[in-house]
């Protein structure tokens, strides 16, 4: 059972627009919350996280918001530039972070 | 050679093959994982090691045997695999295991015939 979730398997957005990209979890435990960058032929790599104490991480372009009341975070790329194109990956851990779920990934496409 | 690397990038193996995965990190990390990504699944941890010791083994069955000689090297190996472990087997490192930020290796596509 998928304990996170990213219903969206796909995005267009043009550049200069915001890209929302959303994330669901289930298990109430997670504390942890990160999100990776994936381009085609590449491992994936950190962009940004959020702690469970916070509702908002902001780094540069990238914004992650975390509503532990609908056990929801989503990531605000503002504006979007065709670089950011690529299939991102919302994750989650508790406790120790040991253990880490992953999502299915959006593949994010900026228009020029 | 920097971050984290794998080897082959592709390996297609017959069901009765034996083979090995290899992953290696430049990054002085003490935490190294494997996972595994089945077409439209998520990432799933396999293994984790800390300090060259297995952490986490998530019910992976023994047809998979990792190895950690050191915390740079982390191996795959093998054996009689069914066409269903075709996937993209990830490797990653990090500080150590209480640190949430991974690097993940460029992964290796396996193909089981």
């Known amino acids: 059972d998928q304990q996170v979730k990213q219903n969206s398997p796909s995005l267009s957005v043009q550049e200069g627009r915001i890209s929302i990209l959303n994330c669901d979890y289930t298990?109430?435990?997670?504390?942890?919350f990160l999100w990776y960058k994936k381009y085609p032929a590449e491992g994936p790599t950190f962009l940004i996280s959020?702690?469970?104490?916070?509702d908002k991480n902001e780094d540069g372009r990238f914004t992650v918001f975390l509503n532990k009341s609908a056990k929801h975070l989503s990531l605000h790329i503002v504006p979007s530039q065709p670089g950011d194109s690529a299939v991102y990956f919302c994750?989650?851990?508790?406790?120790?972070?040991?253990?880490?779920?992953f999502g299915t990934g959006t593949s994010l496409t900026v228009i020029p | 050679e920097t971050g984290v690397t794998q080897t082959p990038r592709h390996l297609v193996m017959g069901m009765t093959n034996k083979k090995s995965l290899k992953c290696e990190q430049h990054?002085?990390?003490?935490?190294m994982y494997w996972y595994k990504q089945s077409a439209k699944k998520p990432l799933e941890l396999m293994f984790v090691?800390?300090?060259?010791?297995?952490?986490e083994n998530n019910s992976v069955p023994s047809r998979f045997s990792p190895e950690c000689p050191n915390s740079s090297h982390l191996f795959l190996h093998l054996h009689t695999l069914q066409p269903e472990d075709s996937a993209l087997y990830l490797c990653?490192?990090?500080?150590?295991?209480?640190?949430?930020?991974?690097?993940f290796g460029p992964g290796t596509r396996l193909t089981v015939t």
């Open positions: 990653a490192s990090s500080r150590d295991v209480s640190s949430y930020e991974q690097y």
């Open positions: 298990n109430s435990m997670f504390d942890y």
């Open positions: 959020i702690s469970s104490i916070k």
């Open positions: 994750a989650a851990t508790y406790n120790t972070g040991n253990q880490f779920y």
């Open positions: 990054l002085g990390h003490n935490a």
């Open positions: 090691y800390n300090f060259k010791e297995q952490t």
